[in-house]
């Protein structure tokens, strides 16, 4: 069966400092894959989905980048994060129905 | 995608039936109806989705509209774990297309089961 894997389950980063989330999946191959940020008391919001190995498309300008280096990784990147970076960080994939999600990245920015 | 209208908030006795109703007055020929749910802190969890035909699974029934332009959740006996923000969603399914396959959140509807 598939199963998604996000680590870690929290984080508190301060303002200036990198960032790196990681998302690998099993049981799959070649899945579409997401990152979706909700900030407090917000809706869901897809930052950067992918097809395929090195292909990235992302939804909205922001402070974040995504890679996808293997074809079940996908990781969530930043170089000097903000404030506003804070939120719930969920990475998920779709076969050709419905989607999965992972437990999601709490991320509190200092 | 088509985009749904939700009522914010619900309450449910718990052990009877939740309903939560969708819009989706737009919704195109080749669009699917889904519904998700998010229960507090955790990523949201797939329910149940439908194009034309009224479907159940062991979490819910989904009732579409002939004309397709709303449809209705049915928690037949819903408990507290129930309690969550639910999601209706359409979207082309089945595509090949890179874009199609996102999936895009409104706002969702707060369903609360009170004991």
């Known amino acids: 069966s598939q199963t998604i894997h996000q680590w870690p389950a929290t984080l508190v980063q301060p303002v200036g400092s990198p960032l790196s989330l990681e998302c690998t999946v099993e049981?799959?191959?070649?899945?579409?894959l997401y990152w979706y940020r909700q900030a407090a008391g917000r809706g869901l919001q897809l930052l950067f989905y992918?097809?395929?190995?090195?292909?990235i498309s992302s939804e909205v300008p922001q402070n974040l980048s995504a890679s996808r280096p293997q074809d079940r990784q996908f990781i969530l990147s930043s170089k000097k994060l903000l404030l506003s970076d804070s939120g719930f960080y969920l990475c998920?994939?779709?076969?050709?129905?419905?989607?999965?999600f992972g437990s999601g990245t709490r991320l509190t920015v200092v | 995608d088509a985009k749904t209208t939700q009522p914010t908030s619900m309450d449910c006795a718990e052990g009877r039936a939740a309903n939560l109703p969708c819009n989706h007055s737009t919704i195109s020929g080749n669009e699917y109806v889904y519904w998700y749910r998010q229960i507090h802190s955790q990523g949201p969890q797939y329910i149940i989705h439908g194009l034309k035909n009224n479907e159940t699974n062991e979490m819910a029934s989904l009732i579409i509209t002939e004309d397709r332009k709303s449809s209705t959740l049915i928690l037949p006996h819903a408990t507290l774990r129930d309690t969550a923000v639910y999601y209706c969603?359409?979207?082309?399914?089945?595509?090949?297309?890179?874009?199609?396959?996102?999936?895009?959140f409104g706002k969702g509807t707060l369903l609360t089961v009170n004991p």
């Open positions: 969603i359409v979207r082309v399914a089945n595509s090949q297309e890179g874009s199609n396959y996102k999936l895009t």
């Open positions: 049981g799959t191959s070649n899945p579409n």
């Open positions: 998920a994939w779709s076969g050709h129905s419905s989607y999965t």
């Open positions: 992918s097809v395929g190995i090195g292909q």
